[in-house]
Structures are given as C-alpha cells and as structure tokens.
C-alpha cells in the first residue's frame, strides 16, 4: 500500500527517497521519488502505488512516449481523486501493468488472466415490454459506451494532428447515417451561440475544465478538435474528442430499454465499419480511465421508487443482487428528494454489454415490484 503522512510534513521531511504528492505539483515530470500521499488519501493510485510497482514502472515510457509519471499524475496532484490513473494508449496498460493489473483487479475484481467477451446482439435481450402502470414509473432510459480508435493512442497522448484525424473519421462515419439515425455534427470551436444555447438547453453539451482530466492531458487544445452529434429526433448522441474519443449514446423518454440498446447496437457498429475501435481479449474496449475498461457502458433508467427510497437497506439490498447502483437522478454523489432515482449496470469489465443492459433491466424490475408492493 501508497505511504501516507500528514500533509503537514515537507517533501525534505519524509526521506531521502520519497516526496509528498498534493496541489503544489505542476508537471508530471516533478514526480521524481517515490510518492507519499497525505494522510486520509483514499484513492486508488495510493493504495496500489507500492515501492515495488515505482521501481517496476518509473523509468518506463509506452510506445507513444507517455510516462508513467503522466500515468500517475492527476491523482497524484489531486490526491482527492477516486482512482487517479489514465493511460496513453492501448498498449499502456501492459506497459505498466504492474500499477494497471493491481488498479483493474482491487476496481473490476478482473485478474491478469481473465479474459473479456464483447457482446453487442440486442435480439438476445431478455426484456418485455413493462405494463402500463410500470412504464409509468420510469421518467427516461440511456445507454452510452465509451469507445477510442485502434490506431491513435489514447485522448491524454494525440497530437493535435492525430485528434483532428480522428475528427474527421468520426464525423465521414456519421454523415452518412440515414432514416432514425440522420443528424448534424457540431463543433466545439465553431458552433453558432444560437446552437450552444440548443444544446445546453438539451443537455447535450459538454465542457472543459475537470481539473483531473486537465492533469492526465485530456483537455489539451480545447476546444479544438471537439464536438457533438445527435439525431433529429434527439434520441441519439456522440460526443467526439472528450474524456474519451468517443462517448455513443442512445436515449429517449419512457422504459422501453431494448429499442435505446438496438439503436446503440446499430449505430456503433455503423462507426466502426469506418473507424476500427480499440479492443483485446482481457480488457475488452480501451477506454483512458481503466473504470471504463470491458464495455465501456452505463446503462441506466430514471424512476420513480419514493416508497422503496424509505427503505433505505431493502433498496440496497435489491441493488446489489442485481448488480446495479443508485445514485440520485440529477447526477453522480446526489441525493434524491424527489424521489426519482438514476439505477444504472454497476459491472464494467468481464461481462458483456448485453449482459450488463439484463442486469439493469432485472434490476429495475425487480425494484418495482418491491415499490407496489410497500
């Protein structure tokens, strides 16, 4: 396990061999010793960050020349980080695997050995229709994946070159979506203010300024390079160039959960007839956060449980047999006082996508039954 020492002691003040991590870090390339985190860090990087894995990695670069220091450097800035690594590319997580393999089996309770099975048929979904009075419950479904291109290294690596052509590859295989799927493609850098104000009124857009996505190198250029698609219908959305480079999502109104996973179905495999993903056998989709590994997936409902949300350990209970997590509906770390719940997959990596959708959808059901019968 990571040293911890109280924040009050200088870098001088630990040992010859070891520095303090914490805000006052700049650049990556600082990290010179062996880290120490303050007292009280609770992060990943910290608790997997031995001095057998420093030594292992510290001097290793991947393939793209990211080092392990940038591997580690957003959560050794921002010791206040859940997990606190990224990657630079695909091959990086075998490059450092001594971190990357302790941070995937302590989050996604994967081993070295195991292997991922990717599964995208949404014809072998097991979910009928919810009767009226059920579908009534149920404010919204959505589904996204995160998704990066074989033959780029990661969003915190590109060149500014290498994000335009990713850009560009992404935006040919979107123009020629037709029927549901037809829509227009937004920059970031170009979009209209009418068009922003659109789009914030949608909830589509995204933003700079994450702090730990500015530590790893995901933010560099901004806005360059960056932008939004969706659908006419506004059921379908992909983000370009964000935390990863690509967030595919399909939503709508109501519960029908196996139409939002069809329209994901289709509409990722039309991309990737353009532009191949990144993708192996253990770790299933890269994604530059290893959290995403495996699927890359977050499918989710809003619903209304005001019963079952006073009773806090049945709900719980409920969730954890089914593997799913609450969180409230107006985002990650909030509650609900309207009793309308976000219930999402809480698997990542080792399960394919339509099992993680199943689980969801067993889950929710599951709750509803609970909620009629308080």
Known sequence: MGQQFSSQMSDCAIDADGMMMGSHLVFPSQISKYPYFPSGTKSLLSKVLTRDVWDACKDRTDKYGYTFQQCIFSGAKWVNSGVGVYAGCHEGFYTFAPLFDKVIEQYHKHSPTDKHISNMDFRQLQCPDFPADEDAMINSTRIRVARNLADYPLGTCVTSQQRREIEQKVVSALSQFTGELKGKYYSLGSMTEDERKQLIADHFLFKGGDKYLESCGLERDWPEARGIFHNDAKTFLVWVNEEDQLRIISMQNGS??????????????????????????????????????????????????????????????????????????????????????????LRRLGRAEVDLVQDMYNGVKAMIQAEKRL
């Open 256 to 345: 029908n959960i196996r139409q939002v996973f069809e329209r994901l179905s289709v509409a990722a495999a039309k991309i990737e007839e353009k532009a191949k993903f990144a993708n192996d056998e253990h770790l299933g989709y890269i994604t530059s956060c290893p959290t995403n590994l495996g699927t890359g997936m977050r499918a989710s409902v809003h619903i209304k449980l005001p019963k079952l949300a006073k009773k806090p350990d049945q709900f719980q209970a409920i969730a954890d047999k089914y593997y799913v997590q609450i969180r409230g509906a107006h985002g990650e770390h909030t509650e609900s006082d309207d009793g309308v719940y976000d219930i999402s997959n």
